[in-house]
């Protein structure tokens, strides 16, 4: 019998999927077969615990990809690792993509990935990114959710989402991981994600390159996401298993563990038999550099700017997709998934050594040092002939560079995480929920003026943007959003009757229901509720009557960069003339923002693009209100002088009269 | 124009009170300003949807775009006038002593107070006024504050890539706003205000005719420069070494 070589320690054979090569065709009979992955398993726990690094936790040099071809394995009932998963056999479980992969790879360290780690307070939350967005048009709810600390989004828990909730809801478009692994603590809960088990890394989201993936298929990863199968997501988006059944549909005292054939609803995992060889394992097509394909599944985009361009083969794709870049060449991470986001300051927050330099800045500008960094990738070194300095220092690359070109009015965008893109029954209207408008300039990390404070200090650029609606009840001036419970129970009763357009668009209240609303929340919440959107927060004055209170910090709206798409350079702003910006009809400082909201009597309200990031500030207020005074106090002065004038003439006239 | 008593114009005494340099930097200095306001205006009304009469004054002009380069064709004659005006003042006896003339002086504050209390009929009489009125001092100064403002930010529109290398605070939107804003306070100082004075005032109305020629009646001089006239009248009796008769501003 052949002994596997030991994965990792001294002596270790580096190439032990070599070795699983060498065992096609051998003959080695299941118990034997059993035996030696548990010997390998126990190795793996050994050195995995004692933070050994694994075969593939370290790349040999070579750039060819390592051939996956290798056994499966289910989760054990105590979370452990489970048996090796035969087609055939009598009861087929689904694979754990964790006891799977981590037979090589450190799943601890993958955790520990941008993608992953959300739920890790210890994580610097860096540039402020995409939040979850969490929208209930019956009771007139848009609001931003992200488990990091980004300003003006709200943990999950302060709307009353558990871990649980937030993966059901959020968890297809997730590669795993996360919110996800958490486990349950609430009483209801508990039982419920051990029928569905937790949401583990799913690798294969990204790293199979196999064209049969099905992340948002009819029976893909989404849908099993939504039917709270998230044991059997994983193997349902492979090209080789499919599954039936859903977890949500049986008792939380159903146990996965020993089925019930008499239990229809549950879910059931099929493998396609002829994927596994007779050794029972399965030829994965894992690539390390994730396909483009891939990253769209959760990082497209679909802009309304000409009704001509929003089906995606009328626009024209990011330039450095067109000159032959991929997704993985920016955004790169080793085994720690510490993925490079690609922003200028990324560095001050990420430990990835390339994170300086796989900015635009790092690729197309030079910084003096001793190795030339500019030009990477044979990115051009713009040469900005003619273009004030001025404006390097205060806006972003992206600013010229990036996102559609600005129109007269911003335009309504959809994302697939916040529109469930790629996924079925998808609500193709352009007015559907949530709105996110765009592009939006301004100023870079942070909110606009209410939120940033002093920390002004960042550069214009691009944004998406999102204005808040919810119910919350006010504190010493601050808003605590109400949990998602009361206000469905409270609200949606008040609002029982209102009708939801068909295009998935506000369905418009009057002021009158948010009075009879917010009445019916303060004694259910505990305290004074108010309604927070467009911009303004809605609160019973003590009359009873609506008071709107403009421009109040928790009625901000999130903005998040635009980074891709990057037009070409001949396409930037500015590159024709400088007029594209400086001229009365220019967007950058004229452009409407439309405020979003679903309170009628403020539809189609929009601010100045200027508005949200503030030109030099007190300077251009102080010299502006300088120059209103100087007209209303010198007119004032010259129309008394010649009044004085006509009246004294006219009091000599009259008196030249009487005489 | 003022009443003369009966006295035919040809009969009238007149005295030079502008010479040809100032009067030609007068001509063109109302010439670029009143285009710069025709073509200003519906350029800052364009685009704006409360203003769309613009749009048709545009079509007047042709288009936008030859409205543009009329009103920059305006602005670079008010360039010119400026800097004209400039020199002018530096480098000839008859700007420096005009220059000197209009500076602003304690007896300007003196003649303010005392005109104030004359419109209000507190007092019988107007101050007596030399070569300048205080308001005409005001108008001069008040044109030198706007050319500086208004070809300062009309530059930065103009050429905003080049001033943004200069002036990187002053954005190209407060410029535009600032802009807008003195003409705004320009224009309403011209037609309300100076052509109340040498228009509109019952004294003068329908116009006077010193901006063409330079010259003043008698009459004129003695209702509104008073002070000056006398130094006129003063001066050509020194001259001729005879006797001054204020009354009849003549010598004899």
């Known amino acids: 019998m052949a002994e596997p070589p030991p994965a990792t320690g001294a002596g270790a054979n580096p190439d032990r999927i070599l070795w699983s090569e060498q065992r096609i065709g051998s003959t080695l009979k299941k118990e034997t077969v059993a035996t030696v992955g548990w010997i390998l398993a126990f190795f793996t726990s050994i050195y995995a615990q004692e933070g050994q690094e694994l075969l593939g936790d370290r790349s040999d040099g070579s750039r060819a990809t390592p051939l996956h071809l290798i056994p499966l394995y289910a989760e054990s009932k105590d979370a452990e690792k489970g048996e090796q998963i035969e087609p055939d056999g009598e009861f087929v479980t689904p694979f754990s993509t964790r006891w799977t992969c981590a037979e090589c790879h450190s799943y601890g360290l993958v955790k520990k990935g941008w993608h992953f780690n959300s739920v890790d307070s210890n994580v610097p939350p860096g540039r402020p990114g995409e939040p979850w967005l969490y929208f209930a048009p019956k009771l007139c709810i848009q609001i ?58 799913n690798c294969l989201a990204c790293h199979n390159a196999h064209h049969g993936q099905d992340m948002g298929g009819p029976g893909g990863y989404a849908v099993q996401v939504s039917r ?5 997501a994983a193997a349902a988006s492979c090209e080789f298993a499919s599954v039936k059944g859903s977890a949500a549909a049986v008792p939380e005292t159903y146990d996965p563990f020993l089925p019930d054939p008499d239990e229809k609803n549950a879910p059931r995992v099929t493998y396609q038999k002829e994927a596994f060889n007779e050794n029972k394992e399965v030829l994965l097509q894992i690539v390390r550099e994730v396909p483009n394909q891939r990253c769209y599944y959760c990082h497209s985009d679909l802009c309304y700017s000409q009704p001509e361009k929003a089906e995606k083969w009328a626009s024209d794709e990011d330039i450095h997709l067109t000159a032959g870049l991929k997704c993985v060449d920016c955004h790169r991470n080793g085994v720690e998934h510490n993925i490079v986001r690609g922003y200028a300051e990324e560095s001050a927050n990420s430990s990835n050594p390339l994170a300086a330099t796989s900015s635009c800045e790092g690729c197309h500008l030079s910084e003096g040092e001793d190795q030339p960094q500019a030009g990477r990738l044979g990115a051009p070194v713009p040469k900005h002939t003619g273009l004030p300095p001025s404006h390097l220092k205060k806006l972003t690359c992206t600013a010229c560079h990036s996102g559609p070109w600005p129109g007269k009015k911003t ?56 204005w808040p609606a919810y119910w919350g009840i006010l504190e010493d001036d601050q808003v605590k959003p109400i949990a998602l419970g009361v206000v469905e129970k409270v609200v949606g009763k008040v609002f029982a009757d209102l009708e939801l357009p068909a295009t998935g668009d506000w369905p418009k209240i009057t002021k009158e229901k948010i009075i009879e609303a917010l009445k019916a929340l303060s004694p259910a919440a505990a305290g004074e509720a108010v309604y927070v959107a467009g911009g303004k927060l809605y609160r019973l004055d003590g009359s009873g009557e609506l008071a709107e209170e403009l421009d109040h910090p928790a009625a901000a709206p999130y903005m998040w960069p635009i980074a891709h798409n990057v037009r070409p350079a001949a396409q930037s702003l500015g590159a024709r003339r400088c007029e594209d910006c400086h001229s009365p009809e220019a967007s950058f400082f004229f452009g409407k923002v439309c405020v979003d909201s679903p309170v009628q009597t403020k539809d189609g309200v929009f601010r100045e693009m200027m508005d949200m990031y503030e030109v030099d500030g007190p300077v251009y207020v102080r010299v502006n209100w300088f120059f209103k005074l100087l007209i209303i106090g010198v007119m004032t002065l010259l129309i008394l002088h010649i009044l004085g004038d006509l009246y004294r003439r006219v009091m000599l006239l009259l008196a030249k009269r009487a005489k | 124009m003022r009443q003369t008593s009966g006295i035919k114009a040809e009969e009238r005494e007149f005295f030079q009170r502008f010479g040809l340099q100032f009067r030609v930097q007068h001509t063109l200095l109302f010439l670029s300003t009143i285009t710069l306001i025709v073509t200003g205006v519906p350029l800052w009304c364009m685009g704006r949807p409360e203003y769309s009469w613009s749009q048709a004054v545009v079509n007047t002009f042709g288009s936008i775009e030859t409205m543009r380069y009329i009103h920059r064709a305006g602005a670079a004659v008010l360039i010119l006038v400026s800097i004209y005006h400039l020199f002018y003042t530096v480098f000839t006896k008859e700007g420096r002593r005009e220059f000197i003339e209009l500076l602003p002086r304690q007896k300007d504050v003196r003649d303010v107070t005392i005109n104030s209390l004359y419109f209000l009929g507190l007092l019988k009489y107007r101050p007596s006024f030399g070569r300048y009125t205080y308001y005409e001092k005001f108008d001069y100064w008040a044109v030198y504050w706007g050319c500086v403002i208004m070809i300062g930010t009309g530059l930065v529109l103009w050429f905003p890539e080049v001033a943004a290398k200069y002036v990187p605070w002053f954005t190209y939107a407060l410029g535009a706003e600032v802009h807008a804003d003195e003409a705004i306070l320009a224009a309403l100082s011209l037609f309300i205000w100076h052509f109340y004075n040498v228009h509109f005032n019952p004294s003068r109305f329908p116009g006077t005719l010193v901006w063409w020629h330079g010259k003043m009646s008698r009459e004129e001089m003695i209702h509104d420069h008073v002070l000056e006239y006398y130094k006129k009248v003063l001066a050509q009796t020194k001259s001729k070494g005879q006797k001054a008769d204020p009354q009849s501003g003549t010598t004899m």
């Open chain 1, 144 to 201: 931003p959710l992200s488990y990091r600390q980004w300003p003006g989004t709200f943990r999950p828990a302060q709307v009353g989402l558990t871990e649980f909730q937030f993966t059901r809801i959020f968890g297809r478009h997730t590669p795993g991981g996360g919110p996800g692994e958490v486990q349950a603590t609430e009483a209801d809960e508990i039982g419920r994600q051990f029928v569905s088990g937790t949401l583990e890394i």
């Open chain 1, 228 to 232: 709270q199968n998230f044991r059997w």
């Open chain 1, 411 to 466: 335009i309504l965008t959809k994302t697939s995480r916040a529109h469930r893109l790629g996924t079925p029954n998808v609500n193709k209207a352009q007015e559907v929920l949530p709105h996110i408008v765009s592009p939006v300039f301004a100023r870079q990390g942070g909110q606009p003026q209410a939120q940033l404070g002093d920390s002004l200090a960042g550069k214009i650029g691009p944004h998406k943007v999102i």
